[in-house]
T-cell receptor
Framework: QQQVKQSPQSLIVQKGGISIINCAYE??????FPWYQQFPGKGPALLIA?????SEKKEGRFTISFNKSAKQFSLHIMDSQPGDSATYFC??????????FGPGTSLSVIP | DAGVIQSPRHEVTEMGQEVTLRCKPI?????LFWYRQTMMRGLELLIY????????DSGMPEDRFSAKMPNASFSTLKIQPSEPRDSAVYFC????????????FGPGTRLTVL
């Protein structure tokens, strides 16, 4: 299965809180897992990415946690800010160049 | 660098008309991707090219859709005839050589078919 599942569909977090988005996949051939961020009226842009041989990757307030045995990975946004309000897509890279995107999570960070 | 350029940004047309979307990838990028985004189906890969050659068009919904890349700096996605269910935002993206290189997306074309 090439599908990437993502939850929740939407998320509301208060400023300063932690936003958590979860993803799961079936195909063990996936070997790279990027996260993309999309603001309204814009195209998606790469936020952070991880390989399955690493359990965690942190860049500033953004952290990916990866559980290879469970075939799950998640994005944590620490100290969430209103400027983080966007749609987030997890993705998996399959067959060298083809990226499979999850359905997306709409994040709203309220003051 | 100007990034990926798409035109038009908005297109409104009537059912049955031909629609042509255009994309200029980032200079030096070898891969070009066309995506469609809708609320119902999310972000779908339609087709992608490597060095101007179509590699995978399995996402093209039907024969009404066609894509070309006549040279390294230009690609088109054509819908003929268009239908209301084609209404969506169409994105073009490009990336350089290498499996894990970042895909850079254009601003998208919002297509409305009446």
């Amino acid at each position: 299965q090439q599908q990437v599942k993502q939850s929740p569909q939407s998320l509301i977090v208060q400023k300063g809180g932690i936003s958590i988005i979860n993803c799961a996949y079936e195909n063990t051939a996936f070997d790279y897992f990027p996260w993309y961020q999309q603001f309204p009226g814009k195209g998606p842009a790469l936020l952070i990415a991880i390989r399955p041989d690493v359990s965690e990757k942190k860049e500033g307030r953004f952290t990916i946690s990866f559980n290879k045995s469970a075939k799950q990975f998640s994005l944590h946004i620490m100290d969430s800010q209103p400027g983080d309000s966007a749609t987030y897509f997890c993705a998996a890279l399959f067959f060298y160049d083809k990226v499979i995107f999850g359905p997306g999570t709409s994040l709203s960070v309220i003051p | 660098d100007a990034g990926v350029i798409q035109s038009p940004r908005h297109e409104v047309t009537e059912m049955g008309q031909e629609v042509t979307l255009r994309c200029k990838p980032i200079s030096g990028h070898d891969y070009l991707f066309w995506y469609r985004q809708t609320m119902m189906r999310g972000l779908e890969l339609l087709i992608y090219f490597n060095n101007n050659v179509p590699i995978d068009d399995s996402g093209m919904p039907e024969d009404r859709f066609s894509a070309k890349m006549p040279n390294a700096s230009f690609s088109t996605l054509k819908i003929q005839p268009s239908e209301p269910r084609d209404s969506a935002v169409y994105f073009c993206a490009s990336k350089g050589q290498g499996s894990y290189n970042e895909q850079f997306f254009g601003p998208g074309t919002r297509l409305t078919v009446l």
